[in-house]
């Protein structure tokens, strides 16, 4: 199933790196009471995820609390390892919380997988940003775009709130 507007989010681990190493992250824990934004993307340090995706969504952070934000979330198929590295390289942590969907479970759930054979890309996310409300969609912008991210950038996603 893929999720659309007025949909309720499903609850799924996801993992974080905390201070004693990985934690679980429960995604209905997370979304229920809150405003948060999620974007997905296929893949940390990937070129336009590093050069373009995340650095939209540091662009408007301060756009997104003003709207009422409580969290800006980013998700992909990957190693809390992985994404905690990436979070601090990109320097948008603190600011951007990155959790990771090993195994793709929450990706598949939310109907947001794909694969790329000839890239070694199994079940990565696709490009998305949505906004939820107490875990209800009331945003999904997703769709073809370029490496600009202008549908799932964080400028769009403002506009959209």
């Known amino acids: 199933m893929t999720i659309s507007v007025g949909d309720k989010l499903p609850g799924g681990k996801v993992l974080r790196m905390g201070e004693n190493g990985a934690e679980a992250v429960d995604m209905e824990t997370k979304l229920k009471g809150r405003k948060v934004v999620i974007f997905g993307l296929p ?75 000839h890239l070694a890309f199994f079940d990565r996310s696709k490009r998305y940003a949505l906004y939820a409300v107490d875990g209800v969609v009331q945003v999904l912008n997703q769709g073809q775009e370029t490496s600009a991210c202008e549908i799932s950038g964080g400028e769009a996603m403002v506009a959209a709130i």
């Open 43 to 117: 893949g940390a340090f990937t070129g336009t995820c590093t050069t373009s995706h995340v650095p939209s969504f540091l662009r408007v952070m301060d756009k997104l609390k003003a709207k009422g934000v409580d969290e800006v979330i980013c998700l992909a198929v990957n190693d809390p390892f992985v994404m905690k590295a990436w979070g601090e390289a990109t320097g948008a942590t603190p600011g951007i919380t990155f959790l990771a969907d090993g195994d793709a479970s929450y990706t598949k759930a939310i109907g947001q997988a794909f694969t790329v054979p």
